[in-house]
């Protein structure tokens, strides 16, 4: 689903992916990651698809609400299993969306 | 691959869309518009992902750049007929990187 997010600005954070073979658990982690984020404070939606590589797109209010999301206890440990197991690399970008808009078609 | 991109700051478009089911030479102008992008002046780089939604994000050096990519005439006759035929709705977002960081296993 494409998010619904407020008018900019907002910040987006833009997290690229390449797996490992390694699975143990990735889908449940994944699945309790984005189930997790909804609950934080600032939170705005979240974008995701993976073929070759991985992308998931989530937004957020401001870089505080990053912040505390980022040193979230649960998180924490999913992202070093993710270093330790799940990925062979992968890119972070914090980025502030200062523009968007949108299409939507008429049935 | 993910895109090797220079320090921040740079540009991200984001673009996120569900497709319809018409085909009609969707892969190729796919194709054809990551090539011409790479031409451009100021472009830094393309990830690009679907399954239920596609997310394409470019990087750019500057709005500049992006302003012209936008006004591209073979880009134009693209994004027309995607407005036409191949995407149910999508969501384009401008957003500056502020920071960015990544991990590389170690084989």
Redesign the interface.
Known sequence: ???S?PD?PYY?V?F???R?GEDHGYAEMANRMVELARQQDGFLGV?????????T?SYWRDLESIRKWKEHFEHSIARQKG?MEW???????????????????EE
């Open positions: 689903m494409i998010a997010t900019p987006a833009i690229t992916s390449v490992t974008e995701s698809a993976r073929n070759e590589i991985g992308i797109v270093r990925y062979k690399s992968f890119k972070t970008r914090i980025a502030k969306v200062e523009r968007d808009y949108g299409f939507e078609r």
